[in-house]
Structure formats: C-alpha cells, structure tokens
C-alpha cells in the first residue's frame, strides 16, 4: 500500500512539473554550458589565417585555419588548463597567447611561430597579473606588457621581445598611475593616475619629456582616451565632463581642453568607439538603450553594415578584428535567442564565409525573447531592466528567477545569456534589473547608487519584484532569487530582510561580508579603496552599515533554502569565513546545499564542474519552486 501510495505521489508531481512548464521542449544542460564549439577568432596581419580557441578534451586550446585552402590546424592540446581568451597576433603573424595555472596563481606566456608550428614559452611567472598595453607595427618582435612583478599593488611598463624574451622596462609606476594609453607608434603619451578619489590624464609629446597634468577630475566623471586624431595632438577621448552622459569628444592634448563634442546621446552614455588605426579615423560608435544602437560617422562604413544586414537580418554585427589592410574582418553575431556565429567578411568583393558557431546544439525558434522592462521605483526613480518569459501560452502567475547582477557598478544588457535562457526553457520567468548605480545610464543614475548597497539597491530589486507581482506576471508564493558576487549579495540580503517575497535563493561565489571583501582586497586593488570607500562604504567609519548589511552576521534571518557554489581559488573569496558561513546557517536549521570546487576561480571553467552545477540548480529550484508545497 506504502509503495503504491510513492508511485501515486511520484506521478502527481512530475504531472505538475510538466504543466508547469506548459510542455515546451526541454532543452538538455549541455547544450546551454557546454564548451563553445569555437570562439574568439582573430585573424592574422597580413589576413592569411584565422585563429580561433575549440575543446580538445575539455579544455579551450588553439587552433588556426588556413583562408588559402581551408586546412585546420591544432596548436595546442592542454589537458590541464585552457588557453585564455586575451590572446593576439603580433604583426609578424606570431601568436601570443597565455595560460592561468589556478593551482599555484601562476601564469605563462607562450608564443607561437605560425611557419613552423613551434610553441616556446616567453614569461612563466607566479603571484603576478600581466595585460597586454600595446603591438607595435615598427618593431614587431615588441609588444608592450603592464605587470605587477616588482611591487604586486602597482602595475609598470615593459617592452617585451617575444623572439628572445628579453623584458626592459619601460615606464616604472610612481605608484598611482592606473591607465596608459599608447599612440598610434605604440609610444605612451598619456597615462591617468589616480588616488582612488580624484584623479588626472598627464601627457607627454614624447618619450624624452616628462608627463604633465592636462585634465584633473574627481572619480565621479570620466575621461577615457581613445586615440590621437593624427591633427596636431588632438585625441578622441569619452568625456562626461560637464555633462550627464559621456559623450565622444575631442580634447588637446596640450591643454586638456575640449575641442568639439562629436556625438553625445541624451538617453544614455556612449559605450563604445570603432576607430580605424589606418584611416585615423572614428567610423562609427554604439550605446545601449534597451537595445544596443550605432551612430555612422563615415558614410561607406554605414553602406557598409546595411549591406551585412540586409545578409544577417535580426542579428547585431560587431567587428572583433581586422587584418593591417583593412579589408578583411572578423565578424560576430548574436541576437537574445543566438548565442552567435562567426563570419569573414572581404571588402573588396562583399564576400561573407561562415566561420562558425559559438553553439550550433540550440535552435532560435526554441528559445525565448528578451524584453526591455522599467517600472519606477518607490521614490520615484525609473528603473529599467528585462524580463525574459517562458514560451507557452501561460503569462500570468508564473514562477519566477530574479537575476540581479554582479557589479554594483555595471549592467544588464540586451543579448544572449546561456544562464537566463536555461532557466526560461525551464518555465520560469527571468527578471533582471539595472538598479541604480548600473552603468550606461549617466552619471546621476550612476551616483544615485553611491553608498546605497544594502539601501536603495537593494530596494529597487524589492520594487521590481512588487512590480512582477502587481502586473500578475509573478506567483507571489513562487519567486527565487539567483546572483553571483554582489548579485549572490543581493541574493542573500534578498532572503534575509524580505523573506516574505522568495522561495529560495541560488548563490555562485557571493560575497558575504563586506568587511573582509574590502580589507582583504589584493594589492592591485588599493589605488581603488578610497573610491570604494566613497561608493560603497569605509570599513572603519560605515562599520555599523557594513554589519547591517553583511549576510555574515544575520545567520538568524534566513529562512528559506539555499543553494552555494564556490571555487576555492576565488581570489576575491574567504573560504574558510565562507565555510564558517554555512555552518552557521545549518546550526539555524537552514536547508542548504554547497559546492566548493577545488580549482576553479570565480567561474567554473571545467565543463564537468558548470554540468554537474546547473543540475543541482535544476533540482534545486524545481524541487523549491514546484514540488514542495
């Protein structure tokens, strides 16, 4: 009788399972996490090859392809770590291309001799973070490196010769500068130094002359130079200064004045410059309003993207690379339903080839539309977002997934997102929300957000979720909320000061005390603390606002199911605070499931590791948001 009485249950909570999810295609896990099938193409200088990173054996490695005949060549098999996606191609078709050994926080430089197929190692380095600044067109055996090997808080320049691996330092760092910014020759003539509160653009005519203050700012304005305009020493820059969104400008260099404005938007800040270092010339430049948006400044580039268009109709067209002639491009393509393809496009002759697909396992039609959302908040502000709905016929009273981002200082966007369409195949709704201090909506949305993680953030995700229910959208008893860093922060203050509004919550490498997150910040990261300070708050003077807010210290608050992922080489992670954490949550008798992978960073880069993942959260959430009562 006890068995029957099982088999009956069992059979009524699938049968709701499915209902639930108004008998759409169930899409497997796989197909949304695994490896991309090919990614980051780059082409070769001189347009003979491109490049590209696919699996072998779980890991991202290398491999080029002939545009002469087609021939796929692999030229890497690392087992052991991927090949990161910042690799680049010198101008003499070298491949420069880089490794992060999580075991020991080590990396290694390799290069890549494209005629002979031979890999020799440049830096092997452990404990130090290294970026590229520079290629050279001059000395193409030279690219310049920023790294913090002599002192791990500050970053300084080098020449780095990648046939010998000789390494000359370049310009050592006086200990506040954060940027450089090289010419069209690769020499630096223009650096921005900072002391995390007020901050200027310095500028030098040449190697031999001393840097000199041209622009002085506070933090909470901008100016971010582009390039130099090849007109006496003009350069473009992206500048908010006196002004609510940043705008494309063009500055003198000698002075720092600004010249001319040469587009601004009043409904959000430029994003994005499309410069030719050939022509020495801006094409064309982006924003995003609830859609991505481009403004031509050159009228063949415009014929030129509305021809493309007319070839990928829906999609948005992004130019990822350019052989030295300018007449070969990378493309890629995505829509919110596409995670995207590669193409080759020719000038000359108008040709489009295919290259690849990020991940041809998904089909469009079988996925869901992303939709531009705002609702104001309760103080009146207008808060924009997007909600992504379950395919079916059922749009009112559904389950939902709030999906607030990391940040607190960046955005959603319009686009494909393999964790949002994941969970909309699902049947839940997904509701992400641009709070304020989100990026790309100027500079006062932005410092509406200042000092206010744990208060008016927070309150804009709870006037969102208010909002879902008011519209119907939502089943008020049916809401999760999903984060990682400071979206598993928003996560966790979600279930622990509005209890009442969700099911569970779904935390990936949260940040839960902002104590330690900021004491503990790496060295690297202290020319940034007094701005920290200023937008988020001081340890020492905000101490009881971080104790109020920190999910460390309200163990007692939470109520509803967790679910906790974690690598253990976060660098940005306590562990072992993080662990206490948990303990603290199950003596209170909160259900929660952790995962602490033992190395892996912040992102899970082992397919095996983000699988096994999203099946605990499939389980997890249809289990908390379905079955239980």
């Given at each position: 009788?006890?068995?029957?009485l099982?088999?009956?249950?069992?059979?009524g909570v699938i049968?709701?399972?499915?209902?639930?999810?108004?008998?759409?295609k169930?899409?497997?896990?796989?197909?949304?996490f695994?490896?991309?099938?090919k990614?980051?193409?780059r082409?070769s200088?001189?347009g003979?090859?491109?490049?590209y990173?696919?699996?072998y054996?779980?890991?991202?490695?290398?491999?080029?392809?002939?545009?002469?005949?087609?021939?796929?060549?692999?030229?890497?098999?690392?087992?052991?770590?991927p090949?990161r996606?910042d690799?680049f191609?010198?101008?003499?078709?070298?491949?420069v291309?880089?490794?992060?050994?999580?075991?020991?926080?080590?990396?290694?430089m390799?290069?890549?001799?494209v005629?002979?197929?031979?890999?020799?190692?440049?830096?092997?380095?452990?404990?130090?973070?290294?970026?590229?600044?520079?290629?050279?067109?001059?000395?193409?055996?030279?690219?310049?490196?920023?790294?913090?090997?002599r002192?791990?808080?500050?970053?300084?320049?080098?020449?780095l010769n990648i046939k010998?691996?000789?390494?000359?330092?370049?310009?050592?760092?006086?200990g506040n500068?954060t940027?450089?910014?090289?010419?069209?020759?690769?020499k630096?003539?223009?650096?921005?130094?900072?002391?995390?509160?007020?901050?200027?653009?310095?500028y030098?005519?040449?190697d031999?002359?001393?840097f000199?203050?041209?622009?002085?700012?506070n933090?909470?304005n901008?100016?971010?130079?582009?390039?130099?305009?090849?007109?006496k020493?003009?350069?473009?820059a992206?500048?908010?200064?006196?002004?609510d969104?940043?705008?494309?400008?063009?500055?003198?260099?000698?002075d720092?004045?600004?010249?001319?404005?040469?587009?601004?938007?009043?409904?959000?800040?430029?994003t994005?410059?499309?410069?030719?270092?050939?022509?020495?010339?801006v094409?064309?430049?982006?924003?995003?309003?609830?859609?991505p948006?481009?403004?031509?400044?050159?009228?063949?580039?415009?014929?030129?993207?509305?021809?493309l268009q007319?070839?990928?109709?829906g999609?948005?067209?992004?130019?990822v690379?350019?052989?030295?002639?300018?007449?070969r491009?990378?493309?890629?393509t995505y829509t919110?339903?596409?995670?995207?393809?590669?193409?080759?496009?020719?000038?000359t002759?108008?040709?489009?080839?295919?290259?690849?697909?990020?991940?041809?396992?998904?089909?469009?039609?079988?996925?869901?539309a992303m939709?531009?959302i705002?609702?104001?908040?309760?103080?009146?502000?207008t808060?924009?977002?997007?909600l992504t709905?379950?395919?079916?016929?059922?749009?009112?009273?559904l389950p939902?997934?709030?999906m607030p981002?990391d940040?607190?200082w960046?955005r959603?966007?319009?686009?494909?997102d393999e964790?949002?369409?994941?969970?909309a195949?699902?049947?839940y709704?997904?509701f992400q929300?641009?709070y304020?201090?989100s990026?790309g909506?100027?500079?006062?949305?932005?410092?509406?957000?200042?000092?206010?993680?744990g208060?008016k953030?927070?309150?804009?995700?709870?006037?969102?979720?208010?909002?879902?229910i008011?519209?119907?959208?939502?089943?008020?008893?049916?809401?999760?909320i999903f984060?990682g860093?400071?979206?598993?922060?928003?996560?966790?203050?979600g279930?622990?000061?509005?209890?009442?509004?969700y099911?569970?919550?779904?935390?990936?490498?949260?940040?839960?005390?902002?104590?330690t997150?900021?004491?503990?910040?790496?060295?690297?990261?202290?020319?940034?603390?007094?701005m920290?300070?200023?937008?988020?708050?001081?340890?020492?003077?905000?101490a009881?606002q971080f104790?109020?807010?920190?999910?460390?210290?309200?163990?007692?608050?939470?109520k509803v199911?967790?679910?906790i992922?974690?690598?253990?080489?976060d660098q940005?992670?306590?562990?072992?605070e993080?662990?206490?954490?948990?303990?603290e949550l199950?003596?209170?008798?909160?259900d929660?499931?952790?995962?602490?992978k033992p190395n892996e960073?912040?992102?899970?880069?082992?397919?095996?590791n983000r699988?096994?993942?999203?099946?605990?959260?499939?389980k997890f959430?249809?289990?908390?948001?379905?079955?239980?009562p």
């Amino acid at each position: 009788m006890l068995g029957r009485l099982k088999i009956f249950l069992f059979i009524g909570v699938i049968t709701v399972i499915c209902s639930c999810k108004d008998h759409v295609k169930q899409i497997p896990i796989v197909d949304f996490f695994k490896t991309p099938e090919k990614s980051f193409f780059r082409i070769s200088p001189d347009g003979k090859y491109v490049s590209y990173l696919k699996p072998y054996k779980d890991k991202q490695n290398l491999f080029i392809q002939s545009l002469a005949d087609g021939t796929e060549h692999m030229e890497t098999s690392f087992e052991d770590y991927p090949v990161r996606n910042d690799y680049f191609w010198t101008y003499n078709n070298q491949l420069v291309f880089n490794q992060d050994i999580v075991a020991n926080d080590g990396f290694i430089m390799y290069a890549l001799d494209v005629s002979t197929h031979k890999v020799r190692t440049i830096l092997s380095l452990e404990k130090v973070r290294v970026n590229l600044v520079n290629r050279n067109r001059q000395q193409p055996d030279l690219i310049t490196i920023k790294m913090n090997k002599r002192d791990p808080a500050n970053f300084d320049v080098y020449r780095l010769n990648i046939k010998t691996g000789v390494l000359t330092p370049y310009l050592v760092n006086p200990g506040n500068i954060t940027e450089w910014f090289p010419d069209a020759d690769g020499k630096i003539r223009l650096v921005k130094a900072s002391d995390g509160v007020d901050e200027a653009i310095l500028y030098r005519p040449d190697d031999a002359t001393p840097f000199k203050p041209i622009i002085q700012n506070n933090f909470k304005n901008s100016v971010r130079p582009i390039a130099f305009t090849g007109v006496k020493n003009n350069f473009y820059a992206l500048s908010n200064v006196n002004r609510d969104k940043v705008a494309l400008v063009e500055i003198n260099a000698e002075d720092g004045k600004e010249q001319k404005t040469i587009f601004s938007c009043n409904k959000a800040d430029v994003t994005y410059v499309e410069y030719s270092k050939n022509k020495h010339r801006v094409e064309f430049i982006s924003w995003e309003e609830a859609k991505p948006r481009k403004h031509f400044l050159v009228p063949d580039i415009e014929h030129t993207y509305y021809n493309l268009q007319q070839q990928l109709k829906g999609y948005e067209i992004k130019v990822v690379d350019r052989d030295s002639s300018e007449n070969r491009f990378i493309l890629n393509t995505y829509t919110d339903r596409n995670p995207g393809s590669y193409y080759l496009y020719e000038k000359t002759t108008g040709k489009l080839t295919k290259l690849g697909d990020i991940n041809s396992s998904l089909v469009p039609d079988e996925l869901c539309a992303m939709q531009p959302i705002s609702y104001k908040a309760r103080d009146g502000l207008t808060i924009n977002g997007y909600l992504t709905m379950p395919l079916g016929n059922k749009k009112t009273n559904l389950p939902v997934v709030v999906m607030p981002h990391d940040g607190p200082w960046a955005r959603d966007s319009w686009g494909y997102d393999e964790q949002v369409q994941f969970l909309a195949n699902r049947g839940y709704a997904v509701f992400q929300v641009n709070y304020r201090g989100s990026t790309g909506y100027g500079k006062a949305f932005r410092s509406a957000g200042y000092k206010q993680v744990g208060g008016k953030i927070q309150d804009d995700i709870t006037d969102g979720v208010h909002w879902l229910i008011n519209k119907k959208i939502a089943n008020p008893k049916k809401i999760a909320i999903f984060g990682g860093r400071f979206g598993g922060f928003s996560a966790l203050y979600g279930v622990s000061f509005h209890p009442e509004l969700y099911s569970c919550a779904v935390v990936q490498y949260g940040l839960i005390n902002f104590f330690t997150y900021i004491k503990d910040a790496p060295p690297f990261f202290k020319p940034y603390l007094k701005m920290t300070y200023e937008m988020v708050g001081n340890p020492e003077t905000d101490a009881d606002q971080f104790r109020a807010i920190s999910p460390v210290f309200h163990t007692d608050k939470i109520k509803v199911p967790l679910i906790i992922f974690q690598g253990a080489k976060d660098q940005r992670a306590n562990i072992s605070e993080l662990n206490q954490f948990v303990r603290e949550l199950r003596k209170h008798d909160v259900d929660v499931k952790y995962f602490l992978k033992p190395n892996e960073r912040a992102f899970f880069r082992s397919e095996r590791n983000r699988l096994e993942m999203y099946t605990e959260i499939e389980k997890f959430l249809d289990y908390n948001m379905r079955v239980k009562p």
